[in-house]
């Protein structure tokens, strides 16, 4: 993942018919480009050689490289209007869009519409509106803050820092890393990022202890093998 001042990041994600998805991104103009030499050029500087070797390793199916600029997290906050056009709702991206390399849009858009459901199921509809952007708030808040306060590590990134940013990125920084080698930190990570579990997951004494603890470093991971964890 990008983290200041890496302006560079990549997926790679095993999909259907034996194959590869590889997703690489850079951040404040450090763009990847769509062409495909230029792609496995900007590949082979990121800091690890996975996606590389992958490269190396088996042919690109497509040249067909598919480039999604994205401009800036945004999020309109419904949730503050004093009023509110009776039988008006808003969801999904049309509340807050983030960055698509935290991949949570559409999970956020569903969480919404389970949401819309309970309170279109559970109130007679006087207030409904109000009732249901206040859970889609809980819902946003947390793809949003997850997402803004890696974008907020780096320098060039515009808006307020929430104080204790910087500690929050430094430990989210180190989780990352070791989650290249241990597979429990890996699997909390993932949890929360795709938010089936909340935030404070990862900082329960046990995940906090893998974070900060001695180093656990048993491989470094690469195409032709799984990392290990202990
Ligand atoms: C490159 C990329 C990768 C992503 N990867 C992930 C991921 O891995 N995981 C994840 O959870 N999310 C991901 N997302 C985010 C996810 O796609 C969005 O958050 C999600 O689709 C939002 O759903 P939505 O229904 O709010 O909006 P949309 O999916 O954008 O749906 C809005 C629909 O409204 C239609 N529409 C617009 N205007 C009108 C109009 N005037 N009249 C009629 N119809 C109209 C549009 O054509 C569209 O079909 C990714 C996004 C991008 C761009």
Known sequence: MADAPHTRGAHVHPVEGNRWLICLYGMHGDHAPDDTTGFKEFAARLRTPVVKELLDEHPLITGDIRHYPFPANRRYRYEDLDRLPTGLIVIGDAIASYNPVNGQGM???VLQALALHHVL????RTGMESQFFDDATEITDVAWDLTIGGDLEFPQTEGPRPRGTGVLNWYLN????RTQTDRRLSEAAIQVFSLQQPPAKLFRPHIIWRVVG??????VPSAKGSSQGT
């Open 121 to 124: 199921a559970t109130s007679d």
């Open 107 to 109: 999970s956020v858009a």
């Open 214 to 219: 001695p180093s656990r470093l048993v491989t």
């Open 174 to 177: 180190r989780l990352f890393r």
